[in-house]
Every structure is written in C-alpha cells, then in structure tokens.
C-alpha cells in the first residue's frame, strides 16, 4: 500500500477576503500534494476555515449577521477560489463542523487527563486581531504589532504549557527536520529558553466557540479550537483505523506562515505531547508577501486579489511565479514587472519555444511521427547526465521546501534542451539524407526531454503539463502520470504522433500604471446616504451680537442674523475668544434645525460650526462676500 503522506494549509480566518499571501501557503501544499502523488504517496490534503472566536463574532456583529451565517457566507470565498487555483484538497475544515466539535472535546479531555488543566484567573491584554493573549513586554506605544487590545480579566481554565519546556526543546533537537527552515528553527529554541507561561484556553466574555465541558459558560480559546482541526481532518475521534493511517503511520505536513509560528511549534506540540499523539514530522514556515516594496494592507488599498491576477495573466503563470519567486521562509515582493519577465522569459520564451520548436520540426521532418534509428553523440549522453541529476535535486529541493531551487533545477534543463537543438542543428542534418537517422535520435530525444518536463512542472503548472502531454500525442492525464514511468530515458513510445503546435504561454506586455492617487477601496467608517445628510440644514449667518454668560466660564451667547430671523446661539468656545467682541460681524456657518436647547439657563437655537486642531476651538469664518442665508450642502 502507498505509504499516505499528510498535508494541511492553516485554516484561514474567513473575515476577509483571501489574498496573495493565503493563496501562496495555499498553492505551496498544492504543489507539495501533487509533488507526492507524482512520487507515488497517498495524499491527504487538507485546508478550510477556521470559525469560531471573538473576532468572529465581532465582524458578524458589525455586519449585521449570526455569527453562523457570516461564516457560512465568507467560506464561499475560499471554497470559489481554491477551485479557480486548481487546488487540489482533499477535503475542507470548518471548525462548525459537528466531526470537529467532537475532535476538540475529545482532546480536551485527554489533557485533562493527563491533569495539564487547571482553573485560573487571566488577567492581562488580548489582541482580538491576532486572537491572542499578550505578555506586557510584548507591547509597543500600547499595542501588539501595531494592533489594538484589549484589557481581560476573566476567570479560565489553563494548559500547563511549562511543563513541557524540555520536553519541546529535547524533541525539536532531535528531530532536525521538524522546524524548517533552519532559521526558524533558533528562533523557537529561543523563544522557549526565555521560559514558557501556561495558556489560558478558555474564554467567558463571548459565547461564539466550543463550549467548555468542564464548566459551563467558557467557550475553548479558539487557538486550542484551530489547531486541532489537523486532528480532526486526520480522522481523529472518528475513524481510528484512518487516524493510525494517516497520522500514527504517516508523515503529517503543515504549511503555515512566519507569523504562527509560535502556535504551531510550541502550543500544539505540547497539546499533542499531553494528548499522547504523536507530533508532526514537519512543520514548514514561509515568509511574507509585501506588493511593490510596501506591506500588504487594506489600509493602503495594495490588497494583491489572486482571482484578479488569474485573470490578467493566466492560472499557471500566476502560480509559476508566486513558486519561482519567493525563497521559502524568506518575505518576497510581489511585483508585476518581475511577473511580466518571468512570463516572459522562463515560460514563453524557454520553455513555449522548446515545445514549439520541436513539435513544429517534427512536423516538418517526419509529419509529427516519432521515429528512432538510434545514432548517438556526445551531446545525447550529456542531457541524458543532465536529466539523473536532476531527478536527483529535484527530490532533494522538494523535500526541503526549496520549491523555487526546484524548478530552477527544471529550467536548467529546459535550457540544456534548448542548447541541445542549436549543437545538434536539426535544420542542417535535415539537409543530407545520410544524417536522417541521426535527425531521429535528435528529435526523439527532444521529444523524450519534454515529455519528462511535463512530468517535472506537473505539481507547478498541472494545466501547462496537461497541454504539452497532448501536443506530444500522448493520452496521459497528467494528475494520474507517476514519475517512477519516466525516469528512464526512452519512455516516450516510439511510433507516437505528435499533435499540433499550439503557444501555451502568450507573451505579455508591461504596462506601467499609473500610481492611484487615492485608495479606491476605502472603507468609510459609519456611512450615512446623501438624503441623511440633506436632513441638517446649515446656513451662512451673521453674528449681530457677542456676550459673556455669567456663570459658565466655556460658554459665549450670540445673537445671529440667518437671513430670516434672529437667534439666539450658545457656544462652548469662550476659552478660544477671550475678547468675544471681535466676533461681531462676522460670517459663520450654524446648524440651523437642530433642537432647541437650554443651557446653563439660556436658550440655544441653533450650532454653531467649528474646528478643532490641536486642542484648540475656532469658528469657521465664512467669506464676507457670501450672502447671509445662502444653505451650505
Ligand atoms: N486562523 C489562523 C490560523 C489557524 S491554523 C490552525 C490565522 N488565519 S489568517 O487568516 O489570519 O492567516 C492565515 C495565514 O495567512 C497565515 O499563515 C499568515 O501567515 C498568512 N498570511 C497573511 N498575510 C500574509 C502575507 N502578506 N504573505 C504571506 N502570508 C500571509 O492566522
């Protein structure tokens, strides 16, 4: 039986939108998923949402939705995009789901026996953006990288994360291949050294999560809730004989971004240690995305919506790049002028020229057939070195998550395939009937080279690897093809006909855009229509008489001509015009419907506009040409 091998995605918050940076841990598991399947595993591929918690239940509020319906409305968003990457889950988490409530009691309770619960009292900040407790010497001008929290003190049950400091620390030495990169590694070391405080687990301020069972009114911490969804999809508390398969006995991935790192590699090892699960045999850290230089932000309106970008430049250029582009665990920018070059040059150019090249010699040499009267030159023992060696790295930089030194090993042979048609000069050999034979060796071996790309860029491009299979007339699927039936040279089938040539990647063009000089996505914060906004009637007056009112030291009384009539107006600003006869005379903008008021025994009529800067009042002065009563809109 194959040997199954695991892989999951973090399950998204589905608040906003995905972008760039979710669809790229998405698409690197796709990549990896497929890589396995071509390498003969049984891939289990997981990704999905994760659900419950107070930012949840905040968004769904704001938005005028139950909590379960604002989840049910925005995971449409991944389950529609996901289809449109191509990606190829197996299945889809929603941590709503009945298999995972049940998933998380059971781990609950399993620690709970292991007596690594106990009851407390958390008292501190929590960053609801971030959906986490934060240590007072973690804040910056009051805030946790950048973002707003909040002040909690609640009752809650506790994991006794600090039990496990040497556990962590012994297991992640000796299992080198745990934490990848590298780097990330020291980081975990590091941050366990410092000495790890016990996790609050339960919330009582919210009620959008998993009940506690232990005491009624807690819901579970919704990172406890998250992280088990790998469980859960694992068959955990539902089918043991899935859960020995494809966790015990398996080999368990997750894919996650530098930002959880901390979760995954300290919080849910311990979890599991006190479960008595095994642990993960890797867990693969990626870097950020930034777009054009600058952080990705809603703020600044650069949101990079990977739907958009499959529109403009096509599925698999679009996911080449993202692959090709970032050193994994490494931050990597997303520009379009280093998308255009790649579409450019390594797809259009190196490899859509490979493809046509041949395809259309074949044609002309031998009418598309694929014929082979073997006569060999050194240049064929070269690519045929070429391609071992690779075969090689290729495994070596897959399992290492070095996905962009992947396909450069990929392209290093593309390039040799092309170098191969200038040595080999079909074109000349075509000339003189004796080299015939020797024309055969040359284009069967091209055609040989293609097909082992196809095989190679499948995991990366599946639609790409589909299209070049069927131009070299073979009817293989490319999501079925196994690599183990082309690593051998000669497992193209002599007597084969090719198909006709047809570009598989268009060139595209650079176009500078220009700059926006405004966020078109803004968010207007409380937006009101044009017809509330025409219910205050604001008009240019003028103010006829300035007084002091005895007895309330911030107030000043006007009398004011609107045109129609005389008000009375009282105005808190009498700090901001100690001399308030200088007022007389002057144009100012007041509110003119609103309620009549009585303050501090004198009655108001009216507003007065103003601006406030700097703590300091002032009356907006209004251009003595504009005439009394004119309305203000
Ligand atoms: N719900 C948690 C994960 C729970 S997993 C048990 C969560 N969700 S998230 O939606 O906020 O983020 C999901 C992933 O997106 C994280 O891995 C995060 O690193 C990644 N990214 C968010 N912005 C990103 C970029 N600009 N670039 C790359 N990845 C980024 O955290």
Redesign the pocket.
Known sequence: MPKSFYITT????PN?AP????A??TIVCDVVARYKRLTGYDVKFLTGV?EHGQKIQEAADKNGYTPQQWVDKMSLNFTTLWEKLNISNTDFMRTTQERHINSVREIVKRVNDNGDIYKGEYWGKYCVSEETFVPENQLVDGKYMGKEVIDVKEVSYFFKLSKYEDALLKYIEEHPEFIKPEGKKNEVVAFIKQGLQDLSISRTTFDWGIPLELEEGHVIYV?FD??T??LTGAGFAKDPEEFANVWTNGTVNHV?????LR?HAIIWPAMLMSAGIKLPETIAA?????VEGEK?SKSLGNVVNPAEEVEKYGLDPFRYYLMREATYGQDADYSKRAMVQRINSDLANDLGNLLNRTIGMQKKYFDSKVVLNEVTDTFDAEIKALWEEVLVNIEKRMNEYQFSEALKEIWKFISRMNKYIDECEPWKLAKDEDSKDRLSTVMYNLVEGLYKIAALISPFMPDTAQKMLNQLGLEVDAEKMKLEDVKAWGAYPVGGKLNAAEPIFPRVEFEEEPKKEYNENLTIENPITIDDFSKVEIKVVEIIKASKIEGADKLLKFIVNTGKEKRQIVSGIAKWYPNEQELVGKKVMAVLNLEPVTLRGELSQGMLLTTTEKKKTKLVIIDNEVKLGTTIR
Request: proline share 3%; net charge negative.
């Open positions: 973090p399950i998204y918050y906003a972008h760039v940076g979710t790229y841990s994760d990172w998250a992280l969804n790998y996650i971004g530098k930002d959880i979760f990626h870097g950020w995305w930034t990705m």
